[in-house]
């Protein structure tokens, strides 16, 4: 399924400022070059809004062991097994050819060529488990691409990673969680946190009914 977009646009001024009001007007950085912006159905969390949800609080005790670990991009500690863990992991949910691992190491390790800086590991007591791939500056967070290892995380890992990725922005005094696009029924599970607000195209809405029920549509 092609990613869902209105317009997109290489940017080239890649300030705070810059990039912080192109994400406010839908749009979101992609894995197709550096620069490389789309606007889509965007959603985000006002994270002065966020507060956990009791079904948010369950899937936290779901996954128990699981820590959070931040890291700069380019990764120095970057090996294969990281990118054929995404490899494999994108196959099984999503299709052969969606993501290379030859494209998880540009994105952790060519900072010329990916739009990428920050890695979220997630630990548990053996070592990582799951990794996620973020652009972060001081206002906003974009929580994107995230992968882990289907064979040994916890049932509830992908919304596990999710929200504990929700939490450290919030610690950290953001402004905004992207959370990628609403662009299939499956993306409904991103209208369950609080503070969630998507953008239509024009204006970002507050209206969750009417998102599912446009979800819903497209089944």
């Given at each position: 399924?092609p990613?869902?977009h209105w317009?997109?646009?290489?940017?080239?001024?890649?300030?705070?400022?810059?990039?912080?009001?192109?994400?406010?007007?839908?749009?979101?950085?992609?894995?197709?070059?550096?620069?490389?912006?789309?606007?889509?159905?965007s959603?985000?969390?006002?994270?002065?809004r966020?507060?956990?949800?009791s079904?948010?609080?369950?899937?936290?005790?779901?996954?128990?062991?699981?820590?959070?670990?931040?890291?700069?991009l380019?990764?120095?500690?970057?090996?294969?097994?990281i990118?054929?863990?995404a490899?494999?992991?994108?196959?099984?949910?999503?299709?052969?050819?969606?993501?290379?691992?030859?494209?998880?190491?540009?994105?952790?390790?060519?900072?010329?060529r990916?739009?990428?800086?920050?890695l979220?590991?997630?630990?548990?007591?053996?070592?990582?488990?799951?990794?996620?791939?973020?652009?972060?500056?001081?206002?906003?967070l974009?929580?994107?691409?995230?992968?882990y290892?289907?064979?040994?995380?916890?049932?509830?890992?992908?919304?596990?990673?999710?929200?504990?990725?929700?939490?450290?922005?919030?610690?950290q005094g953001?402004?905004?969680v992207?959370l990628?696009?609403l662009q299939?029924p499956?993306?409904?599970?991103?209208?369950?946190?609080?503070?969630?607000e998507?953008?239509?195209?024009?204006?970002?809405?507050?209206?969750?009914q009417?998102a599912?029920?446009?979800?819903?549509?497209?089944?």
């Open positions: 399924m990613y869902l317009d997109q646009q290489i940017v080239t001024d890649s300030s705070s400022e810059n990039i912080t009001a192109f994400y406010d007007r839908g749009y979101v950085f992609t894995r197709l070059s550096k620069g490389a912006m789309q606007q889509t159905r959603c985000r969390i006002d994270l002065s966020f507060e956990l949800s079904e948010n609080r369950r899937v936290l005790k779901k996954t128990p062991d699981i820590s959070l670990r931040v890291e700069a380019p990764y120095g500690a970057y090996d294969f097994q990118g054929k863990l490899k494999d992991f994108y196959t099984a949910k999503f299709g052969d050819k969606v993501m290379s691992a030859q494209k998880i190491k540009e994105m952790l390790g060519d900072g010329n990916s739009n990428f800086n920050r979220l590991v997630y630990m548990n007591g053996f070592g990582p488990l799951g990794y996620a791939i973020c652009y972060e500056n001081s206002d906003i974009h929580y994107s691409y995230p992968f290892d289907l064979a040994q995380a916890p049932r509830d890992m992908g919304l596990g990673m999710m929200i504990r990725a929700i939490e450290y922005a919030q610690a953001l402004k905004y992207y990628g696009s299939r499956g993306d409904s599970y991103k209208l369950q946190f609080a503070g969630l998507w953008f239509d195209g024009q204006a970002w809405q507050t209206d969750l009417a599912k029920t446009l979800l819903k549509e497209l089944a």
